[in-house]
């Protein structure tokens, strides 16, 4: 899968895997999806918990690679694959779920 340039907003493979993240906040009554993109045009997605009001994860396409952050561990990975992005962030999603 060829990674969109630098400035450019989601792809829709991007958006499709997106949509997994989509499904696990439609799931849980307090977290929601938010989109956008930086001033230099690089398209972002947060999971906000806002019973909490804290960020949950941080997907980011930064210099055709993606970034993830789970920001309360402290951790962060980096690929040149959003599908393995998004298999990080849910894996991480499910088990600080279980915790």
Do not use: F
Request: aromatic letters at 6%.
């Amino acid at each position: 899968m060829n990674i969109p340039l630098r400035g450019k907003n989601w792809s829709e493979h991007e958006r499709a895997e997106i949509g997994r993240l989509e499904a696990v906040c439609s799931a849980t009554d307090h977290w929601s999806l938010e989109c956008d993109h930086t001033d230099a045009g690089d398209p972002w997605c947060i999971i906000y918990d806002q019973q909490n009001h804290r960020i949950v994860l941080h997907i980011a396409r930064i210099e055709r690679r993606y970034v993830v952050v789970w920001p309360r561990a402290g951790r962060s990975a980096e690929t040149s694959s959003m599908t393995a992005a998004v298999e990080m962030a849910l894996e991480r999603l499910r088990v600080s779920t279980r915790a």
